[in-house]
């Protein structure tokens, strides 16, 4: 297998390389740089900027917004992105509910919400998980209930990522309590958040953020031209974004950014501490992340040009994607030892006053390695990604 990339793909990466010099906002990279959540301004500030150039959907086929460039040419210009500290552009709506709009929602639909999405005007939010139906989503058990000509919703949703500046939600529902989902018993709703009815509250993970949400309904009218496709594909829907969230999930363009950000931090680590540092170590687990890191690559890439289409594979790179993430976080954590602890405050970004004044790296690190523990629970926990492959694979 030959892994190196054509002239004409190294020309299409200096191409882009050259027309994204400048174009991310110099606080915004900084903020990328350092893996926190994005807030919604970067996130809309850099989706109109990339829509401004064609490419908020790079990935979309052309009769939709996409860029119609090949896989490849996709992934080049996501790994230039990466490079140049851009935030990882509006997730819900550009990668999952977009493709699910233009794969089954009827032309009003396509009509109504694409646009918005392309240029970040409208964000969405996903609305699957629920206290006691998270791996387990066949046991959603928020209803929705045929009234004329709205459904009527209640029930409440768990882990909403976003939900508190998103606009709207598509959301899995229970329309027919009788049926098993797979015969037709969920169906996907979209709704704008401001609908009577919804509260939503917030759930603060274990770095102290704020980015997952509860969120309540309580008879929540929403017109029944919302339905996504027919009633009752409601699986059929979730199955089709859980494999495409799997594969976005492995996130290599990041993950490459993030590796050499990392060599950098231990080579600055290195000169700074000196005999404090166990250099053959530090070696030893970066030299294992680039091995992993390539593998994980051109799985990947294989996956998304080859197109094998089996669950088991998407399942796979999510795991290792997800774990490589967690190992990266943790060395940079083990080399700047007990500073990872200084938290993180955009208001003391500017102050060169903070305990050891610390380079950028440092400020919130600890909190970020905290948060990544949910790498391999999010998009499916990393067991049940087992399970999916030992059945696949094993017949198990
Ligand atoms: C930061 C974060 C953001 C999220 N964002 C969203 C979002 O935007 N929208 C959304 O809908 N959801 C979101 N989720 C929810 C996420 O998809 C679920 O947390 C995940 O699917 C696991 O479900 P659960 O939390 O209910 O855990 P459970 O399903 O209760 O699982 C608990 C534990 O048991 C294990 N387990 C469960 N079943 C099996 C089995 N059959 N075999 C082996 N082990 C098993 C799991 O791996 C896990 O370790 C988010 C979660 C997090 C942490």
Redesign the pocket.
Known sequence: MDLSFSPADEAFRHEIREALRGLVPPDMARRTRQGFHPTKADLKLWNRILNDHGWAAAHWPREHGGSGWTPLQVHIFEEECAAADAPFPSY?GLRLVGPLLYTFGSEAQQCRYIPDILTGDTFW?????EP?????LASVRTTAVRDGDTYVVNGQ??????AHYADRMFCLVRTDPDLPPQKGGLSMLMFPMTTPGITVRPVI?IDGGH??NEIFFENVRVPAEELLGAEGQGWDHAKFLLANERITNAHVPRAKRDLALLKEMAAREAAEQGGGLDLDEVDRRIAQLQIDLDGLEWSVLREVIGGSGNPAIASGLKIIASELQQRMTELAVDIVGVRGRIAYDEADLDRNDLPGNPPDYVPGLAARQL?LR?TT????????QR?IIAKQQFGL
């Open positions: 819900f939010c996903q609305g699957f998980s006691s139906s998270g791996s387990d949703k768990l882990w909403t990522t976003e993970t980015s997952v948060f949910a629970i999010y998009a499916g926990s990393n067991e049940i399970g």
